[in-house]
């Protein structure tokens, strides 16, 4: 039992365990189903913080931007508090030991008006560790949480080591869910040998949306998928190319399509859909003719970060210098970090269940968020759960809020156990074998077959219909049904089904939150084929809360900087 418990420990659950130790006398708990040195999307480091106030810009400016490139869909209020904070945590890093470039002046070396170039190799090591110095911060990891308790007071989370399969029940007095976002709902560009050669971090399952949903927590914008643009098969991505070398997208014939689709994040994916699908692609990066000093700052540039694009232009013995660099979109996700995809929270980041916070990936509501995006909700998280803490004790007192939250095992902590028990019974029962029950892997083979063909893949180049979404719903809830009837031999089996679980979960929530926009708003990432314009009626957030198994839509209006508060 702790204060706080932490799920996730990637870069918003880290800092914000950081934060609450060094500025509060709170216990923390950060749980994560890896190594905290290594997890998340981070975990192979980073070569840029995408999001930060150059000089002569301000935080207003982010806004528009973020706003902009999402067709107005966003929470300024939200979006406007990480931009304040953009500049103090990336000093704040770099005194923790990341190495951010500086020219001759000692000046941050910046990639547009936006971006700082950083060796960011060891940039989660640099957490972890500033985690572990904490005295008041226990990591307890190889343990997927797989639900919130969230009920008479009591709040924790539940879930099983991945090693050996114990039951872990956590407790706590308030909860922060700082997980990554939604990876493998769709069939992936490549499937068969290599499925997880992907743009987003292939073990970020949505599984903190799956909890929320489940708990009955307030979901917003789920219909804004992100559908990256990268190199082709490698999945490299394509902005160190486009921004490093000032490379433009070409198709086949060698024109620049670029102003006649539009420069925003989605519109320079459905340009280079479109190209395909009208018959002038494929499409390429404009990179041919390139110096020799160039080129070789993209082998190194790659090597930081996408090796395997590097070793694929020396092995075919065509660098970008002398070949066009061929350009795909991924198959789509649910990520808060590019999107507005999450958790609806107010300006403390505390979701529609009091006590429970959310930052990170799983927040929505501020596309274009990335690392110091994260960083700083990871801080506004941590000073809105002291806050609310502070005011709990003032108005229950202390000894009474303990009281609640050292309860016994109850009857959900019971109930959640014997499930867990149950898919590893029925795995060991004699004559039980693989042949006889369903796998994991069989039901997100599946899943992704339904979300790709129905839900608006990449074998429909993005595009949907109300009846494809119709048929993808039935399916996926039958699949949902089926995963009752699985069983696992180990731990390792027993986490792959519950990964399942959570895509299933956040699923069936985006296909929801597809129909219910009856517009496209956002060309490539969400093209619905029935209603192929932008509706006026449909500038709000479209929101979602499961009731009794049953999604309910809800329907916000949109929340403009004037307005100082949010309200539920």
Known sequence: MSDVLIIGGGTAGCYAAIWLAEHTDLT??????????RSGCLAAGVNALNAYI???????????????????IVREDLLYDI???????????????LTILKDENGEYVSRGWRNLKINGENIKPILASEVFRQERVKVTEHVNITDLRISDGVRGA????????????????????????????????NPEGQPHQMWYSPFNTGAGYAMGILAGAEMTTFEMRFIALRCKDTIAPTGTIAQGVGARQVNARGEDYEKQYGISTSQRLWGTVSENREGRGPCFLHTRGIDARREEELYKAYLNMAPLQTLKWIDSGDGPASADVEIEGTEPYIVGGHTASGYWIGRDRQTTLPGLFAAGDVAGGQPQKYVTGALAEGKLAARGIAEFLAKAAAAEGQETLQEKT???????AQAKKAEYEGFLTRGSEPGNDSLCTISAHQLEVA??????EYA?????????????????????????????EAAAREEADLLDLYEV?????????????????????WHGFAENADHPGQDPAYRCYINSVMEDGSLRIIRRDLIHMEEDAWES
């Open 447 to 452: 899943m992704q077959k339904v979300m790709d």
């Open 54 to 72: 150059t000089p002569g810009h301000v935080p207003m400016d982010y806004v528009r931007y973020a706003s902009q490139d999402a067709g107005g």
């Open 83 to 97: 931009s304040c904070l953009f500049n103090e945590v990336t000093q704040d890093m770099e005194r923790r030991g």
């Open 456 to 484: 608006g893949g990449i074998k429909t180049d993005y595009r949907y219909t109300e009846a494809g979404l119709d048929a993808a719903k039935r399916r996926i809830e039958s699949l949902q049904e089926q995963l009752g």
């Open 406 to 412: 050292c309860q016994a095992l109850d009857h959900q």
């Open 158 to 189: 539940y879930g099983f080591g991945i090693r050996d399969g114990a039951f872990y029940e956590f407790q706590a007095k308030a909860v922060l869910v700082a997980t990554g976002g939604a990876a493998g709902l769709y069939r992936p560009n």
């Open 28 to 37: 923390v708990t950060v749980a994560d189903k890896a190594d905290i040195r």
């Open 501 to 521: 679980r959570d895509r299933l979960v956040c699923a069936r929530v985006l296909i929801a939150h597809l129909r219910a926009r009856k517009e496209t708003r």
